[in-house]
C-alpha cells in the first residue's frame, strides 16, 4: 500500500478528520458514524467504484457529498473508469 500521498482539509468552524489507512472495502465492514464528505481514492475500475459506492452510500448524510480520486481527464494520463 503506498501511503506517499497527501491530504489536506480545511474547515474552520467544527471541522474534524478521520482518515482510514486501510482498503476501503475492508474499512466499511465496521464503519457506523454518518459522513458528510466522503473522499474515496480506491479501485478506479468500474467494479471498484460500484463495490465502493454500495458499500459507503447509507453512511453519507442526505445532502452530503462523494468525491473520487481520479474523476476527470488530465494531459498524458489515462482515463480510468473513475472519470466516467
Known sequence: MDLSGTITGIDP?????VLLRRWRHEAVVAWSTLIDLLFVDGDHSWAGIDRDWRGWR??????GAVASHDSRSVSGRPNLD???
Open 13 to 17: 468552524p467544527c471541522g474534524r478528520v
Open 58 to 63: 447509507r453512511h453519507v448524510v442526505p445532502g
Open 82 to 84: 473513475s472519470r466516467r
